[in-house]
């Protein structure tokens, strides 16, 4: 990428160049550097836009992948897990408490993890299946799109990735706590849930897994753009809205909206993976998890997981099942993401 030497900065190439009159700057010297050019005050690097700049000054890894941060493994605590919990007619109570009368509610556990807490003050999830494959949605809280994705947009598979591998850690706390809470173990815990599922989707139609390579989906981005209206002449702004589009047919929009001006107001990423056994996308017939933090039920810090059934599974299923089903759901959800997460990894690499 080439830069040009100007006597008080470097200014980083760009198509944009030309019609920006705002650039972004950064002071940038090696860590291990000698010799007169580092003994000379250092020159700012600049760039017509932000993603640009942080590309420029991330020094590629070495193939054939990057080093990490520390020459031995860092042990993480797990995520500390309270549940389970109803969240019944606009109240979290403990299951034990629900009513026995009791038809609709969400099932749930919360989760303390600093780094997970952090990025849901940012984004909510949603865990779905849908034509034998797992869609994990990012929806970005009010004003995030704006302040936050828009000034790193290359860089969305990066945060995808670290999200999977938050979400693997987590889930796999849950899991924990599942075989805690019931004394069962895995393959007893997993016997116990498929029975339930045969049971919450007697007479329906079984989902069938389907194989597809993981992939990164834009499923809504809306934004303004100024564009000149012919007839009048004036440049006005204008309000567009796309869905379903490839993260490459994004990044080939970006590319388009370079040479106006614009403004993203929300994107919406789907994580799109398949599941090599079958089990989680079976469990996903039965209800989806949606994973958030509530600040008027949660408390700080905490991340509810939670299972909400489908209308025609809790006619038939007691709580106590639907805990099970739900403790099913996220132990087979940890194989698929962590599949994704590696296939991410590869994708994000510079």
Avoid at 58 to 68: K, S
Avoid at 191 to 196: G, P, S
């Amino acid at each position: 990428m080439p830069a040009i030497d100007l006597p008080d900065r470097y200014i980083i190439v760009g198509r944009s160049l030309a019609h920006k009159g705002v650039v972004y700057c950064a002071y940038y010297r090696p860590v291990f550097c000698d010799g007169p050019r580092c003994s000379a005050p250092p020159k700012p690097v600049c760039s017509p836009t932000l993603p640009q700049l942080i590309l420029y000054l991330t020094p590629p890894c070495p193939e054939p992948y990057c080093a990490p941060a520390v020459p031995y493994p860092v042990p993480v605590a797990p995520a500390k897990v309270v549940g389970p919990l109803a969240d019944y007619k606009g109240q979290l109570i403990p299951l034990s408490e629900l009513p026995l009368n009791a038809r609709k509610y969400e099932l749930g556990l919360q989760a303390f993890d600093r780094e997970f807490a952090g990025f849901h003050d940012r984004f909510n999830a949603e865990v779905r299946g849908r034509e034998g494959l797992i869609y994990l949605k990012l929806r970005p809280k009010h004003k995030v799109t704006e302040d936050v994705l828009s000034k790193a947009l290359d860089s969305v598979p990066v945060m995808a990735s670290y999200y999977l591998d938050k979400l693997e850690s987590v889930l796999g706390a849950l899991a924990d706590f599942a075989r805690t809470h019931t004394g069962l173990n895995t393959a007893e815990l997993m016997a116990r849930a498929n029975a339930i599922l045969k049971e919450a989707l007697y007479r329906k139609r079984k989902p069938r897994p389907a194989e597809a390579p993981v992939s990164l989906q834009v499923k809504e981005v809306r934004f303004r753009a100024k564009f000149k209206d012919i007839r009048t002449g004036e440049y006005e702004w204008r309000a567009y809205r796309l869905a379903s589009l490839s993260y490459t047919q994004f990044m080939a929009l970006l590319g388009e909206l370079e040479r106006v001006p614009h403004k993203l107001t929300y994107l919406e990423v789907t994580v799109v993976m398949s599941d090599p056994t079958g089990t989680a996308v079976r469990f996903l017939g039965a209800g989806y998890l949606y994973i958030y933090h509530n600040p008027n039920k949660d408390p700080e810090g905490a991340v509810r997981i939670e299972f909400r059934p489908y209308r025609h599974v809790t006619k038939y299923l007691s709580p106590q099942d639907l805990a099970l089903l739900f403790y099913g759901l996220v132990t087979a959800l940890t194989v698929p993401i962590d599949l994704a997460k590696r296939a991410l990894r590869g994708t994000a690499s510079p």
